[in-house]
């Protein structure tokens, strides 16, 4: 079965630290990889995401995330986090042929402290 | 603003009515999701739809009901057999199929009084 696995439910960071929220999946196929952020109160909206190419791929707010194909991971990384990025934030997955829905993580919800 | 909108934004049930929640898109996507978010738990698919007139179950069906008569509207009935309903319910569109990006909307809080 597809699965969607990430490491941590609640990450607690100091401002300026750096971040790394690990994710791996379970899938038969060439997958496309996302990740999404939901802030307090809003929407649940596109973070960054891979298809194909260069795997180190940048998103808004100077997120990245690294897709290691032997590893199944898709870790999300910042350099230095601010107050705002405080949100849960969700990996997920789909094959990249055919007809697949989303498969999503559980979520990590991410608490930095000012 | 193209995008999606939920409604209501809160909504509360007796126990055995059945609800149902709005989703409306103005993306001209084709493709539209509901997901059910319970803390701890991620999203879970409820059900899809990949074109009008039809629809699929998605891992959690049961107790759930849709219909997809118009591009823009896919509205999802929580019936009395869902023994439990209260969750935060996302509605989602995505241009076609193919893992594309998912477009979310706000979200209806369903409680049970």
């Known amino acids: 079965a597809q699965s969607v696995s990430q490491h941590n439910h609640h990450v607690i960071l100091s401002e300026a630290a750096s971040l790394e929220l690990g994710c791996n999946y379970s899938?038969?196929?060439?997958?496309?990889l996302f990740w999404y952020v939901q802030y307090p109160g809003q929407h649940l909206q596109l973070l960054l995401k891979?298809?194909?190419?260069?795997?180190l791929v940048k998103g808004i707010k100077g997120f990245e995330a690294e897709f290691i194909k032997s590893k199944f991971s898709f870790n999300l990384r910042k350099p230095s986090v601010q107050w705002s990025d405080t949100a849960e934030y969700f990996c997920a997955v789909t094959l990249s042929t055919g007809y697949s829905t989303l498969t999503f993580g559980k979520g990590t919800m991410l608490l930095v402290s000012p | 603003d193209g995008g999606i909108t939920q409604s209501p934004k809160y909504l509360f049930r007796k126990e055995g009515q059945n609800v149902t929640l709005s989703c409306e898109q103005n993306?001209?996507?084709?493709?539209m999701y509901w997901y059910r978010q319970d803390p701890g738990q991620g999203l879970r698919l409820i059900y899809y739809s990949q074109i009008v007139n039809d629809f699929q179950k998605g891992d959690i069906a049961e107790g759930y009901s849709v219909s997809r008569e118009k591009k823009e509207s896919f509205p999802l009935t929580v019936t009395s057999a869902q023994k439990n309903p209260t969750a935060f319910y996302l509605c989602?569109?995505?241009?076609?199929?193919?893992?594309?990006?998912?477009?979310f909307g706000d979200g209806t809080r369903l409680s049970i009084l």
């Open positions: 989602a569109s995505s241009i076609g199929s193919g893992g594309q990006p998912q477009h």
């Open positions: 993306l001209n996507h084709d493709a």
């Open positions: 891979y298809f194909s190419g260069d795997p």
């Open positions: 899938y038969g196929g060439t997958v496309n």
